[in-house]
């Protein structure tokens, strides 16, 4: 009877002494690193809940006459965005980006040579934009494919701005013709009407019906709550989930919407950062006529993901998609 008790304890204490060692503490290491990157992940994810996705349109036709109080708002646990993929949180993966970019390099040493399994989704809200051309041009030089989730402008250049996003394989997401939250956000039947608008005006012109589409201000947007209540959005990703359309929100923000004219740096340190540790990553930045910084960043965003072994696709229906509002 005593002896096995005894074994035990011995087997008990055995697997104690590891513990004993300083620095030597696996599972705590492993549940730090995993809260700190949890928590970095989080406050990015705050952030972007906070701040408008698109100032300037907000603050001017769509958004300017309401600024909602976002402190008074009680947090809703079940608008938070679910972290990516647990499972790159855990004790495998290094806890310093530094750390991040040498596996990266040590799996690629040729660099720029694709990795398997690793995607990056370009994604520009909100054009056509005088920043346009210049964003095609970039695109085109680095032999990259990317998403334009685009609202409805009709001027002629605006047309002829979406000719060359279609007829340079790039691909066309709706983005609501008006992107006027008061307007898209009142009901589901609204903003289906919306999203219909700017299909047949791009059918019409380009002659491409969108397959993907991005909500203004993201899925789990607080903008949409004066116009259609607290749950609007759940009621419209739910609708539009029921006809079967795929909506897109992003996993790597480059914070470009973060100031009218963010700092070029920061764009591409943001989008360095958010993507450390995913494979698969749609990036958010805007196509405006102000985000020339946006556009100063790109051929760094796009030389950093090539560097870490992404290659580049367009969103389809039935890509990999992350979404902040679980329909
Ligand atoms: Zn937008």
Redesign the pocket.
């Known amino acids: 009877m005593k002896k096995p008790l005894l074994w035990a304890l011995a087997v008990v204490c055995a697997g104690l002494i590891p513990l004993l060692i300083p620095g030597n503490k696996p599972e705590k290491r492993a549940a730090d690193s995993s809260a700190a990157l949890r928590e970095r992940s989080s406050g990015f994810e705050r952030y972007e809940i906070k701040n408008i ?2 100032p300037i ?1 907000a603050a001017g036709s769509d958004g300017s006459d309401f600024a909602p109080n976002l402190a008074t708002v009680p947090s809703q646990p079940e608008l938070e965005p679910v972290p990516e993929d647990t499972a790159i949180l855990g004790p495998q993966r290094p806890d310093t980006r530094e750390l991040e970019l040498d596996t990266e390099k040590s799996i690629t040493p040729n660099s720029n040579k694709p990795v398997e399994g690793k995607v990056a989704y370009l994604t520009f ?2 054009g056509p934009s005088l920043s346009t051309p210049r964003i095609l041009q970039i695109l085109n030089e680095y032999e990259v494919k990317a998403t334009f ?1 685009v ?1 409805g402008k009709t001027s002629e250049e605006s047309k002829r701005q979406l000719k060359n996003i279609v007829n340079q394989g790039h691909a066309l997401g709706n ?1 609501t013709f008006t ?1 006027n939250y008061n307007q898209i956000y009142k009901s589901a039947e609204a903003f289906k009407a919306d999203v219909d608008r700017l299909d047949r005006f791009l059918e019409e012109t380009v002659g491409v019906k969108p397959e993907v589409l ?1 909500y ?2 993201g899925s789990n947007n607080q903008l949409s709550w004066r116009a259609g209540g607290r749950n609007v959005m759940k009621t419209i990703t739910r609708e539009m989930s029921k006809l079967g359309i795929s909506y897109f929100d992003w996993n790597v923000s480059s914070t470009d919407a973060a100031a009218p004219v963010q700092d070029k740096q920061s764009i591409i340190d943001s989008v360095i950062s958010n993507s450390a540790g995913k494979s698969k990553i749609i990036v958010l930045m ?1 196509d405006m006529d102000l985000k020339t910084t946006t556009v100063a960043a790109l051929p760094a965003v796009i030389a950093h993901l090539k560097s870490q072994g992404y290659r580049f696709e367009v969103l389809r229906k039935n890509s990999f998609t992350y979404q902040f509002l679980k329909p």
Do not use: K, L, T
């Open positions: 996705e698109h349109s809200d909100d989730f609202i983005h992107h991005r203004p201000g805007h």
